[in-house]
């Protein structure tokens, strides 16, 4: 469980492959975009601090979080990317909604992974209050899109090695 002031999104470039080979999809919900804007801000400068072009990072605006997985498949379709972040936000309510939304985009995000050979990383914060995901968004808590950014180019390099 993260801690009060404690930055989650420290990383050490020198220990990463280069981003610089590799095509980036981010597909972003505009439903929190006070949040989710921030996340991408973070995942963007990951991605570039580690190498990428800015030329290959190709960002998709989708209407909300459960759209973020129709947006990753079509992306996966046309675009040739070689790994998508999906970033969203759903701050829980006082209806069944939080749970539903939260699973659904969580499933759908596990079976692109299974039924495509790129790489889908999940950036869905599911925070109980807005407060929650201010600090994961570049707050006190640093930035999940950095996290994310990290994490897909991991991911790319995993791909691009087991392509060959």
């Given at each position: 469980?993260?801690t009060a002031?404690k930055?989650l999104?420290?990383?050490?470039?020198t220990?990463?492959p280069?981003?610089?080979?590799?095509?980036?999809?981010i597909v972003?919900s505009?439903?929190?975009?006070?949040?989710?804007?921030?996340?991408?801000?973070?995942?963007?400068?990951?991605?570039?601090?580690?190498?990428a072009?800015?030329?290959?990072?190709?960002?998709?605006n989708?209407?909300g979080?459960?759209e973020?997985?129709?947006?990753?498949?079509?992306m996966?379709?046309t675009?040739?990317v070689?790994?998508?972040?999906?970033i969203?936000?759903?701050i829980?309510?006082?209806?069944?909604?939080?749970?539903?939304?939260?699973?659904?985009v969580?499933?759908?995000?596990?079976?692109?992974?299974?039924?495509?050979?790129?790489?889908?990383?999940?950036?869905?914060?599911?925070?109980?209050?807005?407060q929650?995901?201010?600090?994961r968004?570049?707050?006190v808590?640093?930035n999940?899109?950095?996290?994310a950014?990290?994490?897909?180019?991991k991911?790319?390099?995993?791909?691009s090695?087991?392509?060959?």
């Amino acid at each position: 469980m993260a801690t009060a002031n404690k930055n989650l999104s420290n990383y050490d470039k020198t220990q990463l492959p280069s981003a610089k080979e590799f095509k980036f999809g981010i597909v972003v919900s505009e439903w929190n975009d006070h949040i989710t804007n921030g996340l991408y801000q973070g995942a963007e400068a990951a991605l570039l601090d580690c190498g990428a072009l800015q030329e290959n990072i190709v960002r998709w605006n989708v209407p909300g979080s459960f759209e973020l997985i129709y947006g990753a498949q079509r992306m996966i379709v046309t675009q040739e990317v070689d790994v998508v972040i999906t970033i969203g936000c759903v701050i829980k309510g006082e209806t069944m909604h939080f749970e539903f939304v939260c699973e659904g985009v969580t499933q759908g995000i596990k079976d692109l992974n299974v039924q495509t050979d790129v790489p889908v990383i999940f950036c869905l914060l599911t925070d109980n209050n807005e407060q929650q995901s201010i600090d994961r968004s570049g707050g006190v808590h640093g930035n999940k899109g950095t996290e994310a950014a990290i994490a897909a180019i991991k991911m790319a390099d995993l791909r691009s090695k087991t392509m060959q």
